[in-house]
């Protein structure tokens, strides 16, 4: 695998490739990969001539408090993940480089409506910082495919307006979420958990599963669903941020649709865990 540690390198490397009429794939992330990453970079590899990687810890997609100072940095162990699932290339630029002007003069790209509630009112400005990063890599990278992890439902979705309404010619493929053996999420952020906390961490997806039965069996009162959901994760330990019903575009939930999707935040100790899932009727 080819590392291109500045911009100027990943475009002369990409003209020549693009001279032998190579297709692109694109796996953005922020480093400290795990199997979610690697499965990306997988499912990238099924669309595209090539994959490139990106690993960027992006400060604008951090508020005040945030973890961007300890997020976790592990740039070798990831390179040498990223070689054996068989990634071409690692584009892993500098702060300075993706914002030469600084943070505080970036023009910034904001996408309406699907930015707005869920991680988007816990977090203020937090989607604008993911839409202006994903909107300079794919300028940069110009790839024709890039895959995002369903994991982050809000995320997929703000990227896929966002490619519509900017006109990016680039394909979105959204890849399933991948769960330890007791249903957890994979997530960078479960190395802040104690072991003790990671006991009960998979009682997040638990409780979006049993609130899914009772959903697809027809229940559909909304508020008392999600309501009895906060309960039980209070229960477990963790301190809910949010457990919503909406539609699968996130916009209201109808109780005549067939199917949902169940988004659920919440804190365990340092950590904020995500995690979503989509219920059909009747399954
Ligand atoms: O999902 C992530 O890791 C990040 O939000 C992304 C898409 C790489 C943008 O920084």
Known sequence: MHILNDIKELRSTLKELRRQGKTLALVPTMGNLHQGHLRLVEEARRHADLVIASIFVNPLQFGPGEDFDNYPRTLEEDAQKLTLAGCDYLFAPSVGDVYPEGQENQTQVRVPQVSEGLCGQKRPGHFDGVATVVTKLFNFVQPDVACFGQKDYQQLAVI?????????????????????????????????????????????????????????????????????????????????EYVEIRALDLGPARMDAKEWVLLAAARLGKARLIDNLVVRKGE
């Open 160 to 240: 896929r307006k966002l490619v519509k309404d900017l006109d990016f010619p680039i394909r979105i493929i959204g890849v399933p979420t991948q769960r330890d053996s007791d249903g957890l999420a994979l997530s960078s952020r479960n190395a802040y958990l104690s072991d003790e906390e990671r006991k009960k961490a998979s009682g997040l997806y638990a409780t979006l599963k049993s609130t899914g039965q009772k959903l697809a069996a027809g229940n559909h009162n909304f508020h008392e669903l999600t309501h009895q959901a906060r309960a039980r994760l209070a229960e477990l330990g963790f301190y809910p």
